[in-house]
């Protein structure tokens, strides 16, 4: 197996990093590769050093910094003005009053509050999925009506506009779009929102955007710009990141039969498996930081104002952490992953996505025991050319 040399690598396989991956981990784990900005970057790859650079201060999350890395063609383009910028781009002292401003939204407590409505949600589309043909495409019926109807819920934001940020959002994740498209696209969405934000301010609802504004206003921190990148962010990572695993995790399952057998006899493991399946399917395959100052990561001093390519997918095999990563063990106890990141950035969603993903798959192995692919895996069209992997579509009988 050969190392890294440039990146994005496209997955061959739905069960396992690309070669380069395990190579890289095993062979040079904190080395320079290409990427699509013509620059070089440092690639981490060990969990134990993914976890350090992903906690660590020194290393920069400020994607509006002109040498920060970008690993789609023209993404710097993408960074216009400081409106546009999201906590995902902010260091601190900036990111961390912005992440608790909002952070209350995203207890444990409070979604579990929401469990009730998103059974209710998970339960309404099942029933139209059995009442319709077979068979019938998960991720239409299922994987994205789920997570598009509970952050639509939470923010305030019309569910009848939902193909609109749908399409939008797809093409933000795609590395085939142009550089015009995604800049297009991006306008869209945040237009649209900007505009929905102007309507809350006038008539505040009880939805998480309304409640920002009030507080905010309160507070004398009000900013139209920093609330539309806000919902702009929760909106899109709200829904396209959890309705991937729930097609990817329903696949993972079917295709372990010997696991959902244990889920089965014993719903209590669907929380474990769900950890299983993040770190597994890890559907972000790195992120990206940019060094503040020299730093030394596994025995690698990297400069500062040095690129890094934190190779999140890769730590999660790393089977000195994850004895025999390469099988699908729901019993392992897989909750010290890297899925949702690590550190201050680490997912603001992450207890809401957990919650969606367990309450679907419990309530499709209590409901639809009989579900089955309808198509070979071999078969199946896998998003090998997004930033966020999972499927386009996922044909089910029962």
Excluded at 168 to 184: E, G, V, Y
Aim: proline share 7%; net charge negative; glycine share 8%.
């Amino acid at each position: 197996m050969t190392t890294m040399e440039e990146l994005p690598i496209s997955r061959t396989s739905p069960f396992a990093p690309p070669e380069e991956y395990t190579a890289t981990r095993e062979q040079d784990p904190v080395h320079r590769v290409r990427i699509p900005d013509g620059k070089q970057a440092w690639v981490v790859s060990r969990h134990e050093d993914v976890r350090a650079v992903l906690n660590d201060p020194r290393f920069s999350a400020d994607r509006f910094n002109p040498a920060f890395p970008t690993l789609v063609k023209g993404g710097q383009a993408l960074r216009r003005s400081e409106s546009e910028r999201t906590m995902l781009a902010m260091d601190a002292p900036q990111h961390g009053p912005e992440r608790k401003a909002v952070l209350g939204e995203f207890t444990v407590k409070r979604i579990a509050e929401l469990k009730p409505r998103i059974q209710e949600i998970v339960d309404e589309l099942i029933d139209e999925m059995l009442a319709g043909p077979k068979p019938a495409d998960l991720v239409e019926r299922l994987s994205l009506p789920v997570p598009s109807l509970v952050i639509c819920e939470m923010l305030g934001v019309p569910y009848a506009d939902h193909e609109f940020f749908q399409e939008n959002t797809k093409k933000l994740i795609s590395r085939a779009t142009s550089q015009d498209d995604r800049r297009a696209a991006l306008d869209n969405v945040t237009g649209y929102l900007g505009d929905l934000v102007t309507a809350k301010a006038a008539d505040p609802g009880d939805d998480l955007i309304s409640r920002q504004i009030v507080k905010r206003k309160a507070e004398g921190t009000y900013d139209h710009a920093a609330l539309t990148s806000l919902s702009f962010l929760l909106l899109a990572a709200g829904h396209e990141t959890t309705a991937n695993m729930i097609s990817l995790g329903t696949m993972g399952l079917l295709e372990h039969p010997g696991q959902l057998a244990a889920i089965k006899a014993d719903p209590g493991k669907t929380p474990v498996a769900v950890e299983e399946l993040l770190r597994y399917f890890s559907i972000v395959d790195n992120t990206t930081r940019m060094a503040k100052e020299d730093v030394e990561i596994g025995g690698v001093t990297i400069k500062a104002g040095e690129g890094v390519v934190v190779m999140t997918y890769a730590a999660n095999w790393d089977p000195g952490v994850f004895a025999g990563s390469d099988a699908f063990d729901i019993e392992r106890g897989a909750r010290h992953h890297v899925a949702f990141g690590f550190g201050p950035h680490q997912c603001l969603g992450q207890n809401l996505a957990r919650t969606e993903l367990q309450i679907v798959f419990d309530t499709l192995v209590r409901r639809v025991p009989t579900l089955a692919l309808a198509a070979p895996v071999g078969e199946l069209p896998f998003k090998n050319d997004a930033l966020i992997y999972g499927l386009y579509r996922l044909p089910v009988t029962w």
